[in-house]
């Protein structure tokens, strides 16, 4: 379990197509009537229409925001703010455009509505960069926080695609760094994943077209959660990283984010591995680093250091500049391990190596084969075709298959089908193994109430058991433990079932069935009962011991490859028919069995496993017994017919 705090950032976030258009309706809610509009110059379009809804409430107008947000530009928007007698800033456009409405904010205290027209993320929260002289500062505190944000995707479609994939990915790494960040919590977790998995399907359909708004929905949206995990967690070497390259080359921001993503991400991913597992989950690929790298070089993004003008020679600085503070990673962060980052980083080369994992054509792929399906009349047939197809790909695609994997599976289903015979079900034994069986044993037949549980068939049942009569011994005289068996079946209310078909049957004390014994003549330890006017049958048989699973074919080899030992807990098998009622197979468990706790079919259940006690001495039919006997007492309930 984790400890953890969690501050959430009371911001008010109108999302949509259109909304920038009620942003007078915003200034109002928050009592506010004199606004300053903030722009920067690349934003002329967006500002003048936001200008229009503003209306009567526009009373001033700057449009010099720049870059890292001077505190000479602050002092200007000031002036021009005290000058007109503000009491809100509205401001549309990028970070640099957001950090000046901060800046204006925390040295005033005006309320802010921010209108977002990047992905920078910033916009939601409490954090201020500024710079005087060319120092860089950093401050957090509630004024700076927005008090409304405002996204209109329409805002969004004149973002250029170059623009809009760097600051997408810049997005992203703000929500990779929240899910390893020693902050992260249950809420970041879940903002995090969701921006990645927006992002990773929001930006081909955005870079395909610029106008599309359902795109471009989903990364506005991501932007928003990225922010919002920035806004609560601390980050960690990619931003580090990306602070010194920034700082000391003035490398362009978000260019140097989209290159550096994926090196970052492969630094960390061994001291990461459940991150990137789950990061690599959502973007639907086998590896999160090589994932990130694939997408932007699809997209045409850049993805070397050395497109931007940084070399080899830059390095020995740079890793001297990343690594002069210690902060919290993952994975430990060193000069020599920082520099074969940026070496990498520098070169362009693919995370982890090999060709980009294509995940457009898988997905091409499959599509094909879903709709392929569309004639099928049952509907249900479709339903569990389109979905074993798609469960399949996606098995193969995020585990990489190889097809010499694939081929070995081929193998051993050829061979576990060869090895089926009259008196052997491999298959069976397979979905046994697996868990199958008793899953699809709990869907059919745990949801009636008050019925005994049911347990798997097993591959050791014979149709037309020998008819025996109540009191006879179905061990024969056979070695074992005898035990003395009185069962009843009843109604779920208690009420006796006379004349119920009662099968039973077992192994020895070997761990044998009569089938499995060619020499033997006939049936052993199997029958057939009927119960008596009182719903009872009761019987001597031999205390049932663990028996391996027949484990010489294919089945055995899964089982000797994972590390699974064959046996089955100890058991007796009971089929029970009664007219009117639901057929019950199941088994029950000696309390003191072996295996009861690693049965190899996964069948033993909790309402199944009975106290067989030891006896010594006079029986309840007056057999004689040389020492110990075992007594099984048992009902089952068996439903009426639905
Ligand atoms: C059995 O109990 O007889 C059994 C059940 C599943 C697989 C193998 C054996
Ligand atoms: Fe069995």
Not at 19 to 35: I, K, N
Not at 171 to 196: C, F, G, K, R, S
Not at 447 to 466: H, I, K, M
Not at 510 to 515: A, K, M, S, T
Request: proline share 7%; glycine share 8%; aromatic share 6%.
């Amino acid at each position: 379990m984790k400890t953890f705090t969690y501050n959430a950032q009371p911001s008010r976030v109108v999302f949509g197509s259109g909304t920038s258009r009620t942003v007078a309706d915003e200034v109002l809610r928050l009592g506010r009537s004199r606004v300053l509009l903030l722009t920067g110059h690349d934003v002329a379009e967006p500002a003048t229409e936001v200008a229009r809804a503003l209306g009567d409430l526009l009373v001033a107008r700057f449009d010099g925001a720049a870059m890292h947000t001077p505190t000479q530009v602050t002092e200007e928007a000031l002036a021009s703010a005290r000058a007109h007698d503000v009491d809100c800033v509205v401001s549309v456009g990028g970070g640099s455009t957001t950090g000046l409405s901060k800046a204006l904010a925390v040295r005033a205290g005006y309320d802010q509505v921010i209108i977002p027209t990047t992905y920078a993320g910033s916009e939601v929260t409490p954090v201020l960069g500024e710079t005087e002289n060319g120092v860089k500062t950093t401050r957090s505190s509630a004024d700076i926080l927005p008090e409304t944000v405002v996204y209109d995707v329409d805002l969004t479609v004149g973002l250029p695609p170059a623009i809009t994939l760097t600051s997408a990915i810049n997005a992203m790494a703000h929500a990779v760094e929240a899910l390893y960040a020693p902050e992260a919590n249950p809420v970041t977790d879940q903002l995090a994943l969701e921006a990645i998995r927006g992002i990773t399907q929001g930006l081909p359909k955005v870079m395909a077209d610029p106008s599309d708004l359902d795109g471009r929905g989903e990364l506005l949206q991501a932007a928003w959660l990225s922010g919002s995990c920035l806004a609560a967690v601390g980050m960690g070497v990619h931003h580090k990283l990306c602070h010194a390259l920034g700082g000391g080359f003035d490398l362009p921001h978000s260019q140097m984010h989209t290159v550096i993503l994926p090196y970052a991400m492969a630094y960390n991913a061994p001291a990461a591995q459940d991150v990137m597992r789950r990061i690599a989950q959502v973007m639907r690929v086998p590896d999160a680093a090589a994932g990130v790298h694939d997408l932007v070089a699809s997209l045409g993004g850049p993805t070397s250091l050395a497109e931007l003008g940084f070399t080899v020679d830059d390095i020995p600085k740079a890793a001297a500049l990343a690594t002069a503070r210690p902060y919290p990673n993952p994975r430990s962060v060193t000069v020599d391990g920082i520099s074969a980052l940026l070496a990498d980083a520098v070169a362009g080369s693919r995370p982890g190596g090999g060709n980009a994992f294509p995940r457009a054509e898988l997905d091409r792929m499959s599509r094909a084969v879903v709709a392929s399906f569309a004639g099928t009349e049952d509907p249900r047939l479709h339903t569990l075709m389109t979905d074993l197809v798609r469960r399949a790909h996606d098995f193969v695609t995020s585990n990489d298959l190889t097809t010499a994997e694939w081929e070995f599976a081929i193998d051993f289903l050829t061979r576990t089908g060869q090895v089926c015979s009259d008196v052997r079900q491999e298959f069976i034994l397979l979905s046994d193994t697996l868990g199958i069986s008793t899953m699809v044993d709990i869907l059919t037949n745990s949801r009636v109430r008050e019925q005994t549980p049911s347990a798997v068939l097993g591959p050791f049942y014979v149709e037309g058991p020998p008819a025996v009569r109540s009191g006879a011994d179905l061990a024969e005289g056979l070695p074992g433990v005898p035990m003395w068996v009185d069962v009843a079946v009843t109604n779920p209310d208690g009420t006796p079932l006379p004349d119920a078909i009662v099968d039973v049957w077992q192994s020895n004390e070997d761990g044998f069935y009569d089938v499995q014994l060619p020499d033997l003549d006939g049936p052993v330890l199997r029958g057939q009962f009927r119960t008596d006017a009182d719903g009872r049958l009761r019987f001597w048989t031999i205390l049932p011991c663990e028996y391996p699973i027949p484990d010489d074919g294919p089945v055995g080899q899964m089982l000797d490859g994972v590390g699974r030992h064959p046996f089955r807990a100890p058991h007796v098998h009971f089929m029970i028919s009664a007219s009117g009622h639901r057929r019950l197979i199941t088994q029950l468990f000696p309390s003191d069995g072996a295996y009861l706790t690693s049965d190899s079919v996964f069948g033993v259940k909790h309402n199944l496993i009975v106290d067989m006690p030891e006896h010594r001495g006079p029986t309840p039919d007056g057999r004689v017994v040389d020492g110990a006997w075992r007594r099984l007492d048992f009902t089952f309930r068996i439903a009426p017919d639905a």
